[in-house]
């Protein structure tokens, strides 16, 4: 079974940055990534890297959001810089082991002067 834990949210200002990181445990994942939901919106893919640390992005964090992974500590990163008010959102973190998906709880970003 496995479990994933979302850390590193807060209250950001326009402009600044904030590293997100994932921990996982239970079950090794061969895919991990991030995805986010603001208020009144639908849940939506920020990035997503592989075991073999191939990444994708969405078009409106690209140039700006980094996501990196350490297989040692089956763990996943999300570096954000440059934010912007519209990067507000609940990010949740996923891993992807076999044909299972699993969730984090999620952690709140807020970007706001």
């Known amino acids: 079974q496995g479990q994933l834990a979302e850390s590193g949210g807060g209250l950001v200002q326009p402009g600044g940055s904030l590293r997100l990181s994932c921990e996982a445990s239970?079950?090794?994942?061969?895919?991990m990534g991030w995805h986010r939901q603001a208020p009144g919106k639908q849940r939506e893919p920020v990035a997503g890297?592989?075991?073999?640390?191939?990444?994708n992005y969405a078009d409106s964090v690209k140039g700006r959001f980094t996501i990196s992974r350490d297989n040692a500590k089956n763990s996943a990163y999300l570096q954000m810089n440059s934010v912007k008010p519209e990067d507000t959102a609940v990010y949740y973190c996923?891993?992807?082991?076999?044909?299972?998906?699993?969730w984090g709880q999620g952690t709140q970003v807020t970007v706001s002067s």
């Open positions: 890297i592989t075991s073999g640390s191939i990444t």
């Open positions: 996923y891993g992807r082991a076999g044909v299972r998906i699993y």
């Open positions: 239970g079950s090794i994942f061969n895919a």
